[in-house]
Nanobody, 125 residues
Framework: QVQLVESGGGLVQAGDSLRLSCAFSGRAFSTYAMAWFRQAPGKEREFVATIQWSGTLTYYADSVKGRFTISRDNAKDTVYLQMNNLKSGDTAVYYC??????????????????WGQGTQVTVSS
């Protein structure tokens, strides 16, 4: 059974950096496209970034482009989200998600069947 476990969230100040990790337990991590989503209180879950199984292709939401970097280490079955120059608008619970695909993951959360429990990121201004 595949499980995803996020870590690395916390309380930081605007302009700081954080790196989130998502550990994948199960088989065939390299057959999954991975993604990060986030959900702020009272808002819908929104797409942040996705990465292809090989790590070659990535795609970002406009709101984080140039500040966030998604990466993966298939030897460690882990996907990362490096977040730089954090803003108060980045405050949310961050979730990693997985879908078996040879390409990038999609922007819609409805297409992912595997989710982590989430990790809170709070950015104070």
């Amino acid at each position: 059974q595949v499980q995803l476990v996020e870590s690395g969230g916390g309380l930081v100040q605007a302009g700081d950096s954080l790196r989130l990790s998502c550990a994948f337990s199960g088989r065939a991590f390299s057959t999954y496209a991975m993604a990060w989503f986030r959900q702020a209180p009272g808002k819908e879950r929104e797409f942040v970034a996705t990465i292809q199984w090989s790590g070659t292709l990535t795609y970002y939401a406009d709101s984080v482009k140039g500040r966030f970097t998604i990466s993966r280490d298939n030897a460690k079955d882990t996907v990362y989200l490096q977040m730089n120059n954090l803003k108060s608008g980045d405050t949310a619970v961050y979730y990693c998600a997985a879908v078996q695909s040879s390409g990038l993951g999609t922007l819609s959360p409805h297409n992912y069947h595997l989710w982590g429990q989430g990790t809170q990121v709070t950015v104070s201004s």
